[in-house]
C-alpha cells in the first residue's frame, strides 16, 4: 500500500508568530511525533507570499503579512522541522495560496492508495488542499486527523471537518 503524510503549513506565523493559535502549539509536538513514525512518504506545504502580500487578494482579506518567504515566519516550527531533519526524504511544496496544484499533480502521478493530512488551518488550508486531494486521487482512501489539525476558531475547525466528512473524506 503506497502512503502520504501531507503535512499543511506547519510554519512559524501559524504556531507561535503573527497568525499563531495555542492550539496550533498544541499540534505542533503531535504532527512531529507522526512525521517520525509514518509508515510513508511525507510531503509539507509551506504558504509563501512575498513582500507585496498586503496588496494581494488574499492580502486585502487578510491584511497580516505572514510567511513571506525567507523570513523567520516562513519557516516550519521548531519541533516540525526537527522531524523532517530526522526523518531526511520529505518532499515540500511552497504555495501562494490555500491548496498546492503541485501537491495534487504529485499525488495523481504518485497512485498513492492512502493519504493522511494534518495542519494549519483546518478551514482554510486543510479543507481546500483535502478537497484538491480528493479531487486529484478519486479512488485513495484520504483521511484527515481532526487531532493534529487546528482551525481558526473551534467552531471554523468542526465546520471544516464537517464539509470534509461530507465529501467522503475520513476524519479520526
Known sequence: MKKLLVVVDMQNDFVTGALGSERAREIAPLIA????????????TMDTHGEDYLSTREGRYLPVSHCVRGTEGWK???????????????KMFEKDTFASDALAEYIRAGHFDEIE????????????????????????????????????????HRSALDVMQSCQIEII
Open 76 to 90: 516550519l516550527c521548531g519541533e516540525v522541522e526537527n522531524a523532517v531533519s530526522e526523518r531526511g526524504a520529505v
Open 33 to 44: 511525533g507522526k512525521i517520525r513514525a509514518y509508515d510513508g512518504e511525507v510531503a509539507c
Open 117 to 156: 493530512l494534518v495542519g494549519v488551518c483546518t478551514d482554510i488550508c486543510v479543507v481546500s488542499n483535502a478537497l484538491a486531494i480528493r479531487t486529484a486521487a478519486e479512488n485513495a482512501r484520504i483521511i484527515v486527523d481532526g487531532t493534529c489539525c487546528a482551525g481558526v476558531t473551534e467552531d471554523k
